[in-house]
């Protein structure tokens, strides 16, 4: 059990270093099993989970308590979107009026426009 917890531990620390953060969308695609893992680690919590792991965890900045309508989550969930479109289609060109999901269509449009402020 305990490989096993240093495992997908491993798996969010590489997860982390390629999208920036630790929040592992529901559901997640390329690797249920983690998002599973991380799930439960929130549920689990600081008080159940032993020490070691509570510090681990929230050295790579584990979201503890990620509020699901925060804008990072739903920005993250668009973004993933996204992703989704661009491999289906080889691009990011998603039409503003887009009428498989007009929602990504609109999103899209305003990072566009939204371009010049961000980092």
Known sequence: ???NWHAF????VSFKEKDGHCIIPQPYEEDPSLASWSFEQRIKGQEKLDEDK??????????????????????????????????????????????DDPKLGRWVNKQRENKDNLL
């Open 1 to 3: 059990l305990e490989e």
């Open 9 to 12: 531990y491993d798996k969010l």
């Open 54 to 99: 509570v510090a681990k965890l929230t050295a790579i900045s584990f979201e503890w308590y990620p509020a699901e309508g925060s804008d990072q989550v739903k920005w993250q969930a668009m973004y993933d979107t996204l992703v989704k479109y661009k491999e289906e289609h080889g691009d990011c060109l998603v039409p503003q009026r887009y009428p």
